[in-house]
């Protein structure tokens, strides 16, 4: 059925077959092995031809279980709250709005003399404190830019040093954003389990053995399950990166500002392609998109071409906020409140869950507690709408398999309702387990 002598033309075979309906999502291509025998051609024509069609959208490369044709995806999962619901919203992922600073007060300390093209497009204070900031946490010789959020940062890496279609070792379950931003930006997501001390090392060894040209790693608050890196562990993966040097290492640091965990570096000093991304967006509010990317002198100049002013730069007047806020000393200290804050909830959440028979669940970093399930979450999701809350589901966290969870976002919740909460969680386990 599928036809052609070169990449090209396999790739228009493949594509007819699918417009016409002859090739559905979920059927599964030929072995590459396979089609080229049967086209007497050579077998890296075929892989080429695959490459693009995974790259293009067309079809999803499921590692050794092949190639299958993808189904469209109009409504991807994505992270915040739904507004118009009824019910007690903790599925969204977002922190306590009261704990948010209200930035009027610093717009005073935005710079009246208008920034121009060809100015710097990092703001030379900024620069400096981000530089002090940062520098004990990666190798020596970082440079400072900056993004729009830690997304948009690890998009502007990854695009700065790879193709379309290569391979991206990720944490799985994985950032609801990230997923989406790999799988529309035409690279492949190599799922990495993660347990309770972070991503794990032979599943990462696994990932760089099959050709993963990079490695995102989230060393604290990691989203959904809100584990962090042990000092063990982060020296275990750095051990196994210094075997890849080639290999590009970004550490999406999102929660820096906020997180109750110590930081430990996995970026190993052979490394040459490495990224520290720091996001705003939790501690000063997602409004406040920004993220600090400290990286090696070669990322930086090829994402200084992407952020020359003229195409995609930081506003200046974002900058000038948020060097206010992080230089306020009010702030710090209520950035030290909201750590304990965020802390404490993960805590009261998972006693409350232990007091009730519910011991699996562990205390994490971040603004999400991670309750882990055998089977799928929906029914236990319905359950608990019924009881009056929205959870988000874990199932579209996972890379190629669903990651069976619930989420539960805890910023707003105070005591009873933590009390309430857990309450209804060991009821709606009860009601599944008795089915």
């Not at 189904?71 to 969204?92: H, K, V, W, Y």
């Not at 760089?208 to 584990?227: D, E, F, Q, S, Y």
């Not at 519910?358 to 971040?366: A, C, I, M, Q």
């Amino acid at each position: 059925m599928i036809g052609g002598k070169t990449a090209n033309e396999i790739f228009d075979s493949v594509r007819l077959h699918v417009q016409s309906g002859e090739l559905q999502p979920g059927d599964t291509l030929p072995p590459v092995r396979e089609l080229a025998v049967s086209l007497a051609i050579n077998r890296n024509t075929v892989a080429a031809a695959y490459k693009r069609l995974v790259t293009s959208g067309l079809a999803q490369s499921l590692g050794r279980n092949g190639t299958v044709i993808a189904a469209p995806n109009f409504r991807p999962a994505r992270e915040g709250n739904a507004p118009q619901t009824r019910l007690l919203d903790i599925s969204g992922g977002n922190p306590a709005p009261a704990r948010l600073p209200d930035v009027r007060r610093y717009f005073t300390a935005i710079d009246a003399t208008p920034r121009l093209y060809g100015d710097a497009a990092v703001d030379a204070r900024l620069g400096v404190w981000a530089e002090n900031w940062m520098a004990d946490d990666h190798p020596a010789g970082g440079e400072i830019n900056l993004a729009s959020g830690a997304v948009d940062a690890v998009e502007r890496l990854l695009s700065a040093q790879l193709l379309p279609g290569d391979s991206v070792a990720v944490e799985d379950p994985c950032f609801l954003s990230s997923i989406n931003m790999l799988r529309y930006a035409g690279f492949s997501p190599a799922p990495v389990a993660v347990d309770h001390e972070g991503m794990q090392v032979d599943a990462l060894e696994a990932a760089l053995l099959n050709g993963a040209r990079a490695a995102i790693v989230t060393p604290r608050a990691h989203n959904p399950t809100g584990c962090s890196l042990s000092a063990a562990r982060a020296a275990a993966l750095r051990e196994v990166l210094a075997r890849y040097p080639q290999v590009m290492v970004i550490v999406d640091d999102h929660f820096a500002l906020l997180s109750a965990a110590d930081y430990h570096s996995v970026i190993p000093d052979t490394t040459r392609r490495w990224a520290l991304v720091r996001s705003m967006s939790k501690a000063l509010g997602p409004d406040m998109r920004m993220a600090l990317i400290a990286c090696d002198t070669v990322t930086s100049a090829h994402l200084r071409l992407r952020l020359n002013p003229g195409s995609q730069w930081v506003s200046h007047l974002l900058q000038d906020l948020v060097f206010a806020c992080l230089t306020d000393d009010r702030i710090r200290e209520r950035l030290d409140d909201n750590r304990r804050f965020y802390a404490s909830q993960q805590r009261k959440m998972a006693a409350a869950l232990h007091a009730r028979g519910v011991s699996h669940v562990l205390p994490g970093d971040g603004l999400n507690l991670w309750l882990s399930l055998t089977g799928p979450s929906q029914p236990l999701a319905f359950q608990l709408a019924q009881a009056g809350w929205l959870v988000r589901e874990g199932e579209p966290f996972g890379i190629r398999t669903p990651a069976h969870g619930l989420r539960l976002s805890l910023s707003t919740l105070n005591d009873d309702d933590i009390a309430r909460l857990a309450d209804d969680i060991q009821y709606a386990l009860q009601q599944h387990n008795q089915e």
